[in-house]
Each structure stands twice: as C-alpha cells, then as structure tokens.
C-alpha cells in the first residue's frame, strides 16, 4: 500500500542525513496521501543504513496503525496533528539541526534579516510558547503540536513552513515530503545567517516591510512571477 509514499518518505529521510540536519536517529520525515487519508513516517529508531521503504509505517490521520510491523516515530502525533490542521501540506519534517535548534533552546523567534529568509518566509520563523508541566505530563507529543497551532493562528502555512518549538527544535512541512526537506534545509541556512548577522552587528534590523513583501510575492501566491511557467 502507498509503495511510492514509502518510497519517497524513506527518500526524505536519508536526505537529512547528506544535507547533515540528522545524527544518528534524531528527526523524521512523514509524508500525506490526501486522497487515501493516510500518512506514511520514519520507524522508531532504526539505524538510517537499514531502513527500507516497507520499514515505513502509515497510519491515519488520527495516527492509528494501518499498515506496518514496526513502531512509528515518537513524534507521530505531532505529524498527524499537522496534516488535520493544514489541508494545504504534503509533508512534515522534523530535525534537530544545529543553528535552529539553538534559536529553538534561545526561545528566540528568527527574524527576517535578508531577502533569503523573505524568500521563504513572509515574516520570522515563529517560536512556541514554553510547554508547560501539565502538557509534559500529558500526551506530550500532541500537546507539541497544539502549541505549534497556537503560534501558528491566522499564519498561512505555505507562507510560514516551520515553527521552532521553545527549548526543543523546528518543525517544518511542505506541500510534499521532499519540499519538507527543502523548507528544514532552509531554516537551518537561515539560523546559520541570522545567528552570524546578529554577531556581526547586534544591533541588526529585520528588513524593511516593502523588501519582505517583494521577495515573499515574487515567489509565492497569485502575483508570484518567480521560476518557470
Ligand atoms: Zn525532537
């Protein structure tokens, strides 16, 4: 079932390992098919030189088990929380990588310093609120993704693909499992600039609202000129 989604899931998977975002088996990857209601992610903690596309196990929106022998990531219902919450997303990535985990740990949103950030970002990478003790104590997982909802009310997901979580690390989505990777690929380049951009000169602004809007709609939405037709 789904053996290209599996496919292109275990694809996305080994990708954060050559881009360098992945240790050993930190991060994941998940990608939807929206017309099955299911999503294929990353077994729990098998070694990344093993894993095959049948290691892959897909589940329901609501991340019950329907196919596969393994068990899934541990953030499985972060994933599935986000695919309910944003219709318009493919893919879900999930890494520890340096630079914007540190943003994530510094509880510091990363602002919009330079026309490559405007590209992608129509405004900082967001930050979550701190999680409190309760929603440790819970089903910590789906509260992750519930204060990743809260940061994310009234933002356009394509025009804000990722949210760093206070004192944890990035989440970043896609309108694919391998634009996902993209979009984590990025926010890593953009922690690396703005962290430099900062220590440089720490007295540093974001760019001017007229800069952010041009490099943001060139790219994206119905004005968008960017690219190929
Ligand atoms: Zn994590």
Redesign the pocket.
């Known amino acids: 079932m789904l053996d290209a989604l599996r496919a292109e899931v275990l694809e996305a998977n080994l990708e954060l390992v050559r881009r360098g975002l992945v240790i050993f088996t930190?991060?994941?990857a998940s990608g939807v098919s929206r017309e099955d209601g299911l999503l294929a992610i990353k077994p729990s903690g098998v070694p990344y030189e093993r894993m095959t596309p049948d290691d892959m196990v897909i589940t329901d929106l609501d991340g019950n088990i329907v196919e596969g022998n393994l068990k899934p990531s541990s953030?499985l219902a972060t994933h599935a929380m986000l695919y309910r919450a944003f219709p318009s997303i493919g893919g879900v990535v999930?890494?520890?990588s340096r630079h914007a985990t540190a943003w994530a740990q510094a509880v510091r949103e990363i602002p919009c310093l330079g026309t490559t950030h405007a590209d992608y970002f129509h405004g900082s990478v967001p930050v979550t609120e701190p999680l409190s003790a309760a929603d440790i104590a819970g089903d910590y997982e789906a509260n992750t993704g519930a204060a990743i909802l809260r940061r994310m009310a009234g933002l356009d997901p394509l025009g804000c693909p990722a949210c760093l979580?206070a004192g944890?690390?990035p989440f970043c989505w896609g309108t694919s499992v391998a634009d996902a990777v993209h979009t984590a690929v990025i926010v890593e380049e953009l922690a690396a600039m703005a962290w430099m951009t900062l220590t440089i000169n720490p007295a540093a602004q974001p760019i001017s609202q007229h800069l952010r809007d041009k490099h943001h709609f060139r790219k994206h939405g119905p004005s968008a000129t960017y690219g190929q037709k």
Do not use: K, Q, S
């Open positions: 930190f991060g994941n953030d999930h890494t520890h979580v944890h690390a």
